[in-house]
């Protein structure tokens, strides 16, 4: 844990004041010992100066009492005065260093008060002002400051603060924006890919309603015979079980048509559906086109393996995206009387590629480069909406995949390739 700002700042000072007094501690006790020394010096000469002239006055006159010579001897102090100035210069060091600790702890303990008061305590009301605006409040409370500096930093974090909040304000507000707007894209998508299900329900219809005339047309025959002509035991019951197979015909296609047209889930739930299998829904929609009128005389050619993965899309949106794809190729060949619609794929890494194509005379260049935007369509007025392509492109790539024409100039024929993501790139 790093130390606080006073208490960097009291260390540093107290080197500071450290280096400062040592250097002045030692002059001073050097020039103490150095003039007591010289005073030492001095006193020392003026006595041997004033011993000399003694002894010159001593020659002089008559020989002095034996007393007088222990007088001389006891008028040298020299040893006692320079004692006496050690313990002075001693005392005098003590009583500075003493006075320097004093002044320094004096200093430290006001410079300690002066960056509390200050410094330290201002930033912590500032600290402590933008955590509240961290936990919540709306706008920063700028304390009191006692210094100009300080109150421009508090002014510079309001000001920030503000604008902080302004802008989290703004971007909240774009974000809920678009959260509506990608609530109408998907709600947009959805009745796209409803009104596209719809007019493949109609065109289904319309295609079926020769394929169902048919078989009604037979029951009402065999009705008529066995109301109207004696038959025999075996004769009712053979064309009881024609009127059964008949029956049959038409409530199998007249279910396929109906569990294709049901209301499917939303489009934003496709991800969540069950991983679809491409061999079932190719069968659902082969049976779903093989009874159309149209279709007569075209090949259907499945050529799927046996062993595909089961992909990211789900069993509805595959048989809407391959019903798209095979409506148009059957659209396209019509007039072929060798018309072939061939459906092959092929396993790659973490993908599956599907390729459906047909022998026919190929997309137009004039729509080619908008093939899949809404409403393109090279087909009369009332045969089709121009949104087929359109849905199964944003099925295709609301999975995660991607679909795209291949066509050359050399082949005959349009390929659609469409790559989508095996359950294990999900997983």
Do not use: W
């Not at 053979?238 to 029956?247: A, G, K, N, W």
Request: aromatic share 4%; net charge neutral; proline share 6%.
């Amino acid at each position: 844990m790093k130390p606080g700002l006073r208490l960097q700042l009291l260390c540093l000072l107290g080197v500071l004041l450290s280096l400062a007094f040592a250097p002045l501690y030692f002059t001073a006790t050097t020039f103490t010992e150095v003039s007591l020394e010289r005073a030492a010096r001095r006193e020392l000469a003026a006595t041997e100066r004033a011993q000399q002239a003694e002894a010159q006055l001593a020659t002089l006159r008559p020989l002095a009492s034996p007393g007088a010579r222990p007088a001389a001897a006891a008028s040298r102090p020299a040893p006692t005065a320079r004692r006496l100035g050690q313990r002075e210069s001693q005392a005098l060091g003590r009583l500075l260093g003493l006075y320097m600790l004093l002044v320094g702890i004096a200093l430290l303990l006001a410079i300690y008060y002066a960056l509390t008061r200050l410094l330290v305590r201002p930033l912590d009301q500032l600290a402590a002002a933008a955590r509240r605006v961290a936990g919540g409040q709306r706008g920063m409370v700028v304390p009191v400051l006692p210094a100009a500096e300080l109150t421009s930093l508090g002014h510079s974090l309001h000001v920030m603060t503000t604008r902080l909040l302004d802008e989290e304000g703004s971007l909240r507000n774009k974000v809920e924006e678009l959260r509506r707007t990608t609530e109408e894209l998907k709600h947009a998508q959805e009745q796209l890919v409803r009104s596209e299900r719809l007019a493949s329900v109609g065109r289904l219809a319309a295609g079926l309603a020769h394929e169902i005339g048919n078989p009604i047309a037979a029951l009402l025959g065999f009705e008529e015979l066995l109301l109207t002509t004696p038959l025999s035991p075996e004769e009712q019951r053979d064309f009881l079980s024609r009127m059964q197979r008949e029956t049959e015909r038409i409530s199998r296609i007249l279910r396929n048509l109906l569990d294709f047209a049901r209301p499917t889930q939303p489009l934003s739930l496709i991800g969540a559906e069950e991983p679809g299998n491409i061999n079932a829904a190719l069968e659902e929609t082969f049976a779903l086109v093989r009874p159309q009128k149209r279709a007569r005389g075209i090949t259907l050619v499945n050529e799927l393996p046996a062993q595909l993965p089961s992909v990211v899309l789900g069993r509805e949106a595959l048989v809407q995206l391959l019903l798209n794809l095979t409506l148009n190729a059957v659209d396209a060949l019509a007039e072929r009387a060798d018309g072939e619609l061939r459906v092959t794929a092929t396993i790659e890494p973490q993908r599956v590629r599907l390729l459906v194509s047909d022998n026919g005379p190929g997309v137009s260049p004039l729509v080619r480069e908008r093939l899949f935007e809404p409403f393109a369509t090279t087909k009369d007025v009332g045969e089709g909406t121009g949104l087929g392509l359109a849905v199964c492109r944003g099925l295709v790539e609301g999975a995660g995949g991607s679909i795209q024409l291949e066509q050359s100039e050399s082949e005959p024929g349009a390929r659609f390739v469409v790559l989508l993501p095996s359950v294990e790139l999900r997983a």
